[in-house]
């Protein structure tokens, strides 16, 4: 029996090492999602938009959810997709490149600053089971960002708009303000 101690308190410990993991993992979801829509924010603001506003998670799109005076809504769970919303919509194509391009470049920049910090040996090896997750979570949200198509809606999020990732947003807003243009000059 006393042989028996040591082998349960490896899987004990291998039990919470995993569970703090994924913490941490949903932790980084929620926040690597709202640095993303921080980054779009941000552009909105520069570009003069008004009322602008961050959802992390599902919402369901009715105007009395979305048009409070809150600037970040969390929304339901999962909180590992989000949006930003603001008003008069892109006019030009650079106000879309620059508003729906912050987002990714937000979330690049972070995922770069992890492997910089892993490659100069930074952070001693127990604090890498925080940040792993927090950076992995940020990883998925760059890949998802720079996606080119669309994505699979996620079966729990029943009240949310379809996926996209900001690549595909930009490459439909340039379709529509082509079309417009062929429409004009015709």
């Not at 490896?10 to 941490?24: D, E, N, Q, S, T």
Request: proline fraction near 7%; hydrophobic fraction near 50%; glycine fraction near 8%.
């Amino acid at each position: 029996m006393a042989q028996d101690t040591p082998g349960y308190a490896f899987i004990l410990a291998l039990i919470v090492v995993l569970l703090i993991v994924w913490v941490f993992w949903a932790i980084g979801q929620c926040l690597a999602v709202l640095l993303h829509e921080t980054g779009h924010w941000v552009a909105a603001r520069i570009m003069g938009k008004k009322n602008c506003g961050i959802v992390v998670g599902g919402l369901k799109h009715d105007a009395t959810a979305i048009s409070s005076l809150r600037m970040i809504h969390f929304g339901t769970w999962p909180w590992n997709k989000g949006f930003t919303h603001y008003t008069p919509p892109p006019r030009t194509v650079g106000e879309v490149l620059l508003i729906a391009g912050s987002g990714p470049l937000v979330s690049g920049l972070l995922s770069g600053l992890g492997i910089i910090v892993a490659w100069l040996h930074v952070l001693p090896i127990p604090a890498w089971i925080v940040v792993a997750p927090l950076w992995l979570a940020n990883v998925r949200v760059f890949v998802v960002s720079i996606w080119p198509g669309p994505l699979v809606a996620d079966r729990h999020a029943t009240d949310a708009l379809p996926p996209e990732s900001d690549v595909y947003f930009i490459l439909q807003q340039i379709q529509q303000f082509r079309s417009r243009k062929r429409l004009e000059n015709s």
